[in-house]
């Protein structure tokens, strides 16, 4: 073989490779530019739990009294060490728990949209063959007795 036909072992992959070196050089330019990204959903469950502990904490000492305080700040220990362990057991599931979220979240969204597009539009809320029923007539319903004789619906 020639020289321009042949490839050394260690090119195998360069596609790869010079893949995963832009998209590690584009992460650490977002990185530079926007800060770090969130952690995962453990991380991130852990600071919430955190943020929480240090606002109660910090609430006014007369509002609660002096024995209510100590009861609170117990009450926060005692949920930060039933958390911790729940968070470093099982850090996979928030972040399942956090993709399902968001899952719901865009099917809701996608609902709400649809919806008041059909609002906006003035357009009935039935589709298909609901539509289609809704047309032709149910006769197995007792309420469906079609027209009045004068061509009238009566509504009463």
């Known amino acids: ?38 952690g ?25 009294g002096v024995a209510a305080q100590g009861a609170v700040q117990q009450f926060i220990n005692q949920a930060k060490a039933a958390v911790e362990p729940v968070i470093e057991r099982n850090p996979g599931v928030f972040d399942h728990l956090a ?22 539009q003035g357009t009935p809320p039935s589709t298909g063959a609901a539509r289609e029923t809704e047309k032709a007539g149910d006769p197995t319903d007792p309420r469906d007795e079609g027209p009045g004789p004068d061509g009238r619906i009566d509504l009463d």
């Open 1 to 38: 073989m020639s020289d321009a036909t042949e490839r050394p072992a260690a090119d195998s992959d360069a596609w790869a490779t010079a893949c995963a070196e832009d998209l590690e050089a584009e992460k650490a330019r977002r990185r530079a530019t926007y800060g770090p990204g969130p």
């Open 40 to 64: 995962s959903a453990a991380e991130e469950l852990r600071k919430l739990v955190d943020a929480v502990a240090d606002k109660v904490s910090a609430l006014p000492g007369p509002l609660f």
């Open 99 to 120: 993709a399902a979220g968001n899952e719901l979240l865009a099917a809701y969204r996608s609902a709400v949209e649809s919806q008041e597009a059909r609002w906006t």
